[in-house]
């Protein structure tokens, strides 16, 4: 039977191996998938063991993407944009590695939460490794601006000139928090781990255009404190990450199996159980 897995450190809280089950059985697939504890120090040694033993993929959690990336032999054009690995596929010539959380993103936002991304205004909060992996799934929707936006604003600038590139006739800018200035955005994502600690992102109440989507990656069983900011600011819709969790492992599957499952039951499965916690 073709064994896959999540690696990382913590594990025990992931909810990727329910859902792999769930596309599993919805799609026909025989698999297993499996939670693996990796230690801080043994990320390569752990994922070798597990090639050894026949596993055929694996996605990659905190705190390991930058250790899959590094591991990969090679990397699709998304993994090289982002600078990070979310999945690995094993295969004859070597290590695959991957990057689905910004398709997972896009997908989510186009898709599930109706709000189509192309001829908008986007404003994409933080600098670190979440904003890199959203950035070329966001650059290739068609957005009619993009602004990076960080509490350093050095780190902003600079990642907008790494995606310059890529960006064509976009306009793609970038500033500190306090420089965003007094543009409305049709959609503000929050990238950064400020809701880890219960905090929002110090940015003006005005950036939320009509009609404007606050989405923020993390998610829980109540609003982020990102998201009530937001709803109190005047954005008219607020979304979590909790459909991009969906998402991207829909597109790691796609990637391992050649079908990709249809996420809505399994969303609101995955719903339903944060609000019974």
Not at 34 to 56: H, N, S
Not at 82 to 109: C, K, P, Q, Y
Not at 260 to 276: M, N, Q, S, W, Y
Request: charged residues 15%; aromatic residues 6%; glycine residues 10%.
């Amino acid at each position: 039977m073709d064994r896959y897995a999540v690696i990382g450190h913590p594990i025990a809280h992931s909810k990727s191996p329910s859902i792999h089950a769930a596309f599993a059985a919805q799609t026909g697939q025989t698999l297993v998938y499996e939670a693996l504890l990796a230690p801080l120090d043994g990320f390569a040694d752990t994922v070798r063991r597990f090639i050894a033993a026949g596993g055929k993929g694996m996605n990659v959690t905190v705190p390991f993407k930058l250790e899959a990336f590094a591991l990969a032999d090679h990397l699709s054009p998304r993994a090289k944009a982002a600078g990070a690995v979310n999945t690995l596929s094993f295969r004859a010539d070597g290590i695959h590695g991957d990057n689905t959380d910004g398709l997972g993103l896009v997908r989510d936002l186009t898709a599930n939460l109706h709000c189509p991304l192309a001829g908008r205004r986007v404003l994409l909060l933080g600098a670190g490794g979440a904003a890199r992996g959203a950035l070329q799934p966001l650059i290739e929707a068609g957005p009619a601006r993009l602004h990076l936006a960080n509490r350093t604003a050095a780190k902003a600038i600079d990642l907008a000139e790494q995606f310059r590139p890529i960006a064509g006739a976009l306009n793609l800018t970038a500033s500190g928090f306090d420089d965003i200035g007094g543009e409305a955005f049709d959609l503000v994502i929050n990238a950064t781990a400020a809701s880890l600690s219960a905090a929002a992102p110090a940015i003006p109440d005005t950036v939320y255009a009509p009609g404007a989507l606050a989405y923020d990656m993390m998610y829980g069983a109540e609003p982020t404190t990102f998201l009530l900011a937001a709803r109190a600011a005047g954005a008219r819709r607020v979304a979590d990450g909790l459909g991009m969790l969906a998402e991207q492992a829909a597109e790691s599957f796609l990637i391992w199996r050649g079908v990709r499952p249809d996420t809505a039951a399994v969303l609101a499965t995955l719903r339903a159980a944060l609000a019974k916690g």
